[in-house]
């Protein structure tokens, strides 16, 4: 059960920022908020994670509600290379380690 | 510096046959994951090592499936008897320390592509 909820997929078009939602809306206090994505034929790749600040790095912000129930990630530009399945997993304290992913967003960038 | 490299990058094999898939995580990284991913699914998690000990072994299937990591660095994923509903891409990653504190980032290899014929 990976217990947050994305669309299955979305589209953009190149050079135009996208937002992904992800739904956590059992978050528990301790879960932080990670986004990982995946490129064609390559491994999960971190992309960025949050706890209950807006988070910004060289690849993307991370908008996440008050309530902490939803969360978006913010590609500001998107290019070709940005084309992968994002997964918004919640990863939290104690012996939570391991990543749960669910079937995460598949993101298409027209050229 | 170098990342987490998996090899095989393909493995193809035979009903039945016993496979052997190996990980060289990044180095001083305590933590080392397996993980399974089958086509049009998430990466589904197998075995969690800490230093040289498997501290969760219970995404692994059934007892066919065995994980080695002796010297607390290169991994191995034994499969015996190898089914065809065994094919799927097996992924390795490695952390820093999974204290669990949620802030740990996993680097992930690219991945070994076993397909059971």
């Known amino acids: 059960d990976a217990k947050t909820t994305q669309p299955n997929s979305m589209e953009s078009n190149e050079e135009e920022p996208v937002h992904l939602p992800c739904n956590h809306s059992?978050?528990?206090?301790?879960?932080?908020i990670h986004w990982y994505r995946q490129l064609p034929s390559q491994g999960p790749e971190y992309v960025i994670h949050g706890l209950t600040s807006n988070v910004n790095n060289r690849m993307a912000s991370l908008a996440i509600a008050e309530d902490r129930k939803s969360s978006t990630l913010i590609l500001h530009r998107a290019t070709l290379r940005d084309a992968a399945v994002y997964y918004c997993?919640?990863?939290?304290?104690?012996?939570?380690?391991?990543?749960?992913f669910g079937k995460g967003t598949l993101l298409t960038v027209n050229p | 510096g170098a990342g987490v490299s998996q090899t095989p990058s393909n493995k193809v094999t035979e009903k039945g046959k016993y496979v052997e898939l190996r990980c060289d995580p990044i180095s001083g990284h305590t933590a080392l994951y397996w993980y399974r991913q089958s086509l049009g699914q998430g990466p589904e998690f197998l075995i969690y090592?800490?230093?040289?000990?498997?501290?969760?072994d219970s995404g692994l299937p059934n007892d066919r499936f065995f994980a080695v990591r002796p010297e607390g660095s290169v991994s191995t994923l034994k499969i015996q008897r190898t089914e065809r509903g065994d094919s799927a891409v097996y992924l390795c990653?490695?952390?820093?320390?999974?204290?669990?504190?949620?802030?740990?980032?996993?680097?992930f290899g690219p991945g070994t592509r076993l397909t059971v014929l």
């Open positions: 059992t978050i528990s206090g301790t879960d932080y």
């Open positions: 997993i919640r990863y939290g304290g104690g012996s939570n380690y391991k990543l749960t």
């Open positions: 090592f800490q230093g040289t000990g498997a501290a969760d």
């Open positions: 990653a490695s952390s820093l320390n999974s204290g669990g504190l949620g802030t740990d980032t996993q680097y």
